[in-house]
């Protein structure tokens, strides 16, 4: 990978991030929602999935180094995530 491409590949490693940091904030705030109002979070629910849906068929259209950048920032978002849970 030529250092173009990284640079090329960076914003979309943002934008990747940005919909798995709303995609896990919404899966919690489902979780939380699943004990007193189910109608609450099955609105998170599809709202999470069309954040996710469309991020990504937004992103596809720019080619495949953006569409792994994306999925990749998605990836460290769940582990920031994660990570964020197992100490709280």
């Known amino acids: 990978m030529t250092i173009s491409q990284?640079?090329?590949a960076l914003p979309w490693l943002?934008?990747?991030?940005a919909?798995?940091?709303a995609y896990f904030h919404l899966l919690g705030r489902s979780v939380a929602a699943m004990g007193s109002d189910w109608q609450r979070a099955i609105g998170f629910l599809l709202l999470?999935?069309?954040i996710a849906?469309?991020?990504f068929a937004v992103v596809v259209h720019y080619g495949t180094l953006p569409?792994?950048?994306a999925l990749l920032g998605l990836l460290?978002?769940?582990t920031i995530m994660i990570r964020r849970v197992?100490?709280?």
Do not use: Y
């Not at 943002?14 to 991030?17: R, S």
């Open 6 to 8: 990284v640079i090329t």
């Open 14 to 17: 943002f934008v990747g991030a």
């Open 19 to 21: 919909i798995g940091t």
């Open 48 to 50: 999470r999935i069309v």
């Open 53 to 55: 849906v469309t991020g």
């Open 67 to 69: 569409l792994i950048a």
């Open 76 to 78: 460290l978002a769940r």
């Open 86 to 88: 197992r100490r709280a």
